[in-house]
């Protein structure tokens, strides 16, 4: 268990639906980091969020949004699904201060049917 | 922004060789590399990092190098086994006086190992 709770594990949906993937941060991270992932793809990097604020934004689509609550959990939601956003969605957690690597959690799988 | 190169994108070695799996990147301000190990189907776990003010890093059976001033550190894996089949990536992050940049990622190193 790396710290980093991610639910729900797979989800399956039709397309045009609305899903809301979750993320709980490792204890004592402030920052979340949402990365998609398809199939034989590399990480790419989709919105950061540190103590509740965005801080970085990547290649996220509009149709995609994000959030990071008081108590730290982030949401990351999807809408208007299409095939193609079917993927692994990974949410990492970071301390802010200091050298250190990202932590991850073990990922929602997503299928667009 | 930073931007990390990652070669080969795949590599494949008999069990016993050594695997190397070089990056580059471009932002000198860049401090701290990570390399991560995925499994299928499976989160990226850390395997080792270093930080500018090394030059080389150890453990067990994986080392990293850096070289600042060509921009670009390897990651060298000895005595492989099949279990080391995994896809790797490499990251650079800046450092801005304490508080973290984003890990930029590289696009990966599907290595498989042969027995």
């Known amino acids: 268990d790396s710290g980093v709770t991610q639910t729900p594990k797979h989800l399956i949906t039709a397309t045009g639906q609305r899903v809301t993937l979750r993320c709980s941060p490792r204890s004592g991270d402030l920052s979340v980091y949402w990365y998609q992932q398809s199939l034989d793809q590399g990480l790419q990097f989709l919105i950061q969020?540190?103590?509740?604020?965005?801080?970085a934004k990547g290649n996220i689509l509009e149709r995609f949004s994000a959030q990071q609550f008081p108590d730290l959990h982030s949401e990351l939601n999807l809408s208007s699904l299409e095939l193609g956003d079917s993927a692994l969605y990974f949410c990492?957690?970071?301390?802010?201060?200091?050298?250190?690597?990202?932590?991850f959690g073990s990922g929602t799988r997503l299928t667009v049917v | 922004g930073e931007n990390v190169e990652q070669h080969p994108s795949t590599l494949s070695v008999q069990e016993g060789d050594s695997a190397v799996i070089k990056c580059t990147y471009s932002?000198?301000?860049?401090?701290?590399f990570p390399w991560y190990k995925q499994e299928l189907g499976k989160r990226p776990q850390l395997i080792i990092d270093?930080?500018?003010?090394?030059g080389e890093k150890k453990d067990q059976r994986i080392a990293v190098t850096l070289n600042k001033t060509a921009k670009h550190f390897s990651l060298h894996i000895t005595e492989t086994q099949p279990e080391d089949s995994a896809v790797y990536f490499c990251a650079a992050r800046q450092n801005y006086g304490g508080s973290q940049g984003n890990l930029i990622f590289g696009k990966g190193t599907k290595l498989s190992v042969k027995p």
């Open positions: 932002d000198s301000a860049s401090n701290y």
């Open positions: 969020y540190y103590n509740g604020e965005e801080r």
């Open positions: 270093i930080r500018s003010n090394v």
């Open positions: 990492a957690s970071s301390a802010q201060q200091g050298y250190g690597g990202y932590t």
